[in-house]
């Protein structure tokens, strides 16, 4: 159990921003895009599929992204800068994989807001809305709908598959508030790494064939077209009911959902490509389940709340796993040919204290903060801002959690600031203002 300083284990849980356009409608301009993205060969931006890599806690930008090898000894922390694949361009040293395959991605370093507590820096970062309300370290946040839960909502169920999955639990803030249940993540829990791995609910319990599970089905489905229930579907909770049962048997049925879940079908050095790890399974997992069609899949990692012995805690394994799975997954992407497809993005809830601090960690920081994207048109090799000498804050080319949140939706053909209903008939903005971060759209 890795636990952040609240205490809690990690398995607890467009107005379009393109000045230039003026009044051209959201759809119109998606539907350029798609043309230009076929006209090149690319993937269409409902064709474009998420994986978000959630380092909860706040991963340090010093000790990954955003290395400051001139600042004083208690700034720069006890690691290296090493040059990138793209001349000028340094990461620490912990990071050499990703180093050399820089040019395959590009590393944010200028997104902050205000929030230094995980509850509400969770729900900025996983919904694009800050909290309306002072929200401390221990909550569980959810006054918007994530972005999983969102993405869920606009395309819904494809092959049989949720559009929604996290492993191996679900972010505080990661749910679907207002649009309903069957929006939330199918959470995969257990270690992909392992030779026992199962994912539950995905396969007909062993006691019951599939012809008696197809028979029982029919009779459900029989039961649900009667007079009762047809006429009164607006009341009737068992309709409700009824629709997560079935995307249940669809899920349970689908050929493509187990072979999707069998990493035995991977070859040896694919696997190892990643890491024969938790976390590199759970990235090839994501890569797996993307390329059956699941739209948003969130790879979660507890435990980057490093107050206390940050640089140790690197090197017993966390800048390793950390710098091989996503080596693996943006390398195993583009050599499939699946990087133009796939949006990848790695990221936490905030930055880490400038000052290494008394116990050799650093604290909760807002003012800075490396996020790492790739795919989905991205151009590789490209640091979109900068922090100052010292990385106490953004100071080039600032963008704010609502640009990412458009940044993200728009990437994904989604209209980020339609009107949203709440279940009480309340309009909401999907997300409050906020312009797409230009550089991810060259």
């Not at 392992?194 to 089905?217: E, L």
């Not at 009341?235 to 669809?250: A, K, L």
């Not at 017993?316 to 943006?330: E, F, V």
Request: some cysteine.
């Amino acid at each position: 159990m890795h636990k952040n300083c609240n205490g809690l284990g990690r398995r607890d849980f467009l107005q379009v921003g393109f000045g230039a356009l003026g009044g051209v409608a959201f759809s119109d301009i998606l539907a350029l895009r798609a043309q230009a993205a076929q006209a090149r060969g690319k993937a269409s931006p409902d064709q474009i599929n998420c994986i978000l890599v959630w380092l909860d806690g706040g991963p340090s930008h010093y000790e990954t992204f955003d290395p400051k090898p001139t600042a004083p000894q208690d700034i720069r922390g006890e690691f290296k800068s090493i040059p990138t694949s793209v001349p000028g361009v340094h990461f620490c040293e912990t990071m050499p994989l990703l180093a050399k395959s820089f040019n395959k991605f590009t590393v944010v370093r200028s997104i902050c807001h205000k929030d230094p507590n995980h509850g509400g820096g969770n729900h900025y970062m996983m919904t694009g809305i800050p909290t309306p309300v002072p929200v401390g370290c221990g909550a569980f946040v959810s006054f918007h709908p994530s972005f999983g839960s969102m993405v869920s909502h606009e395309r819904g169920v494809r092959g049989g598959l949720p559009g929604y999955m996290s492993m191996p639990s679900a972010s505080r803030s990661g749910g679907p508030n207002f649009l309903g249940a069957q929006h939330a993540p199918f959470v995969i829990g257990g270690d992909p790494s392992s030779k026992s791995f199962r994912v539950r609910d995905v396969a007909i319990p062993q006691d019951i064939s599939d012809g008696r599970a197809m028979n029982r089905n029919s009779l459900r489905a029989s039961l649900d077209n009667m007079k009762r229930i047809t006429d009164k579907a607006a009341e009737d909770p068992t309709v409700g009911f009824d629709q997560f049962y079935q995307q249940g048997m669809e899920l349970v049925t689908s050929t493509t959902a187990q072979a999707a879940f069998d990493l035995s079908k991977e070859p040896e050095a694919t696997r190892k490509l990643y890491g024969e790890n938790d976390f590199g399974q759970r990235l090839l997992l994501a890569r797996r389940l993307a390329e059956v069609g699941v739209s948003f899949s969130v790879a979660y990692w507890g435990g980057w709340d490093h107050h206390r012995g940050i640089f140790k805690t690197f090197k017993d394994g966390y800048a390793q796993k950390l710098d091989q799975g996503l080596n693996g997954l943006i390398t195993d992407l583009d050599q499939r040919g699946m990087l133009d497809s796939t949006l990848v993005i790695c990221l936490g809830e905030f930055g880490r204290t400038p000052k290494v601090n008394k116990d050799a960690g650093r604290d909760h920081w807002p003012g800075a903060m490396s996020v790492l994207m790739a795919g989905a048109g991205i151009p590789g090799g490209q640091i979109v801002g900068a922090t100052d000498p010292k990385g106490y804050y953004a100071a080039e080319n600032i963008y704010c959690p609502e640009d990412f949140a458009v940044s993200l939706y728009t990437k994904l053909g989604i209209d980020p600031h339609q009107i949203l209903h709440t279940n009480t008939g309340r309009p909401m903005q999907l997300v409050n203002g906020g312009k797409p971060i230009k550089e991810l759209f060259a």
